[in-house]
């Protein structure tokens, strides 16, 4: 069954340090999204991504957050500069139709000390 | 807004046992809604939705999850569990107009032998 897959699975950053979140979607799927969870709260979207740019963001997406679609592969989450509040589970899903026919990957859990 | 409430945070059963996890929502109209479960280090598997019909919806694992719009609930059954069902359950719902998903805080179930 194919899959989305995140990477890394676990990363530690330095408060203030920028990060790169890496997702590979299902190669025939066009519609992207961004959850997070704080740990103990709810799952949160972030943004949703289509045809090379956001379709929606919520209003935790703000400037230090920007997702790209790099080479047509990869869609990765840049965090620019981390803060403590930002450690979290960080989801990333994808759908070939706009109708939540999502599949999430298994999440990359991100500490900033 | 839409918003979800999951009451219980935490569940033990009994192998064998019969499982129903609680959720609520909170939406102006007729929601699509989603149950979703996620194993240790796993992703969010999507377990069944609903967004018309017949408001009695089967699943994939044995659940099976009934809407009933009086209550503003749905909830999720397994008549009998096995100890792989151990898991969070995340109840989400979703806005028709803009495909993301609004989630609860989850439960976790454990299964005792």
């Known amino acids: 069954e194919p899959e989305v897959t995140q990477t890394p699975s676990h990363q530690v950053t330095q408060m203030g340090q920028e990060v790169i979140l890496r997702c590979v979607p299902i190669?025939?799927?066009?519609?992207f999204y961004w959850y997070r969870q704080i740990l103990g709260q709810k799952v949160e979207f972030l943004v949703s991504?289509?045809?090379?740019?956001?379709?929606?963001k919520s209003e935790i997406f703000d400037d230090q957050f920007s997702v790209e679609r790099p080479d047509g592969s990869n869609f990765t989450l840049k965090i620019r500069s981390t803060k403590l509040e930002d450690s979290a589970m960080y989801f990333c899903?994808?759908?070939?139709?706009?109708?939540?026919?999502?599949?999430f990957g298994s999440g990359t859990r991100l500490t900033v000390v | 807004a839409q918003s979800v409430t999951q009451p219980d945070i935490h569940i033990t059963v009994s192998e064998g046992a019969s499982l129903e996890l609680r959720c609520n929502y909170s939406?102006?109209?007729?929601?699509?809604l989603f149950w979703y479960v996620q194993s240790p280090g796993q992703g969010l598997q999507l377990l069944l939705k609903?967004?018309?019909?017949?408001?009695l919806v089967q699943g994939i694992k044995g659940f099976e999850a009934e809407f009933k719009r009086s209550q503003s609930s749905f909830n999720l059954r397994k008549p009998s569990v096995h100890w792989s069902d151990a898991a969070e359950y995340f109840c989400?719902?979703?806005?028709?107009?803009?495909?993301?998903?609004?989630f609860g805080a989850g439960t976790t179930v454990t299964v005792r032998a």
């Open positions: 989400a719902v979703g806005d028709r107009r803009d495909y993301k998903l609004s």
């Open positions: 609903y967004f018309s019909g017949d408001t």
């Open positions: 939406y102006g109209a007729t929601p699509y």
């Open positions: 899903a994808s759908s070939d139709t706009d109708n939540y026919g999502y599949t």
């Open positions: 190669s025939n799927h066009l519609y």
């Open positions: 991504f289509y045809n090379n740019e956001i379709s929606e």
